[in-house]
């Protein structure tokens, strides 16, 4: 453990997870243990964090804190679904996401959170929305010339291509 973890750790409140967006404007408090950990695989949450999947944890409305920053919250809520995401306003950081069938919940990216949250990302919900070109835990072997990067090699496409007809 580092330096800095160990003083990090020292100030861990228990029962308490802190996780903040990337510029720190925002800071937000879990209890711990949160009530699920899940990924999501849906088209919505894939455009809203410009990423394969997002991995949540999912906790009782009663116990999230917007510790600091409410103001550069800026929220967005899909007409289609009535589901609200807000996120920083100064650097995009996706912070919460409430869904409208589950008005008692809240759910955090887990990445907001360097400390443990009390719950192990177990579930897939939506995987029959994951995208084809997502990472599948394919054997990875280092690309010559490049130091720090990994491939799957060409195996993939043809399997990929081979699956779609
Ligand atoms: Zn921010």
């Avoid at 997870?17 to 919505?44: L, M």
């Avoid at 944890?57 to 804190?65: I, L, N, Q």
């Avoid at 719950?119 to 280092?142: F, G, K, M, N």
């Amino acid at each position: 453990m580092s330096q800095a973890a160990v003083k990090a750790f020292g100030k861990a409140r228990a029962g308490i997870a802190a996780g903040r967006c990337s510029c720190g404007a925002v800071r937000v408090e879990i209890g711990v243990p949160a009530f699920w950990a899940w990924h999501d695989h849906s088209r919505a949450s894939r455009r809203a964090h410009g990423a394969a999947y997002a991995t949540y944890v999912g906790c009782w409305r009663s116990r999230v804190r917007v510790a600091k920053g409410e103001k550069q919250l800026t929220r967005f809520t899909d007409a289609a679904t009535g589901d609200t995401r807000a996120f920083c306003a100064r650097c995009g950081t996706p912070v919460l996401y409430a869904r409208a069938r589950s008005p008692k919940m809240v759910n955090l990216p887990r990445a907001l959170f360097d400390t443990r949250t009390g719950r192990e990302p177990l579930y897939h919900v939506a995987v029959e929305d994951a995208p084809e070109w997502a990472y599948r835990c394919e054997t990875l072997r280092p690309l010559k010339g490049y130091p720090g990067v990994v491939w799957t090699g060409p195996k993939r496409r043809r399997r990929a291509a081979g699956h779609m007809f």
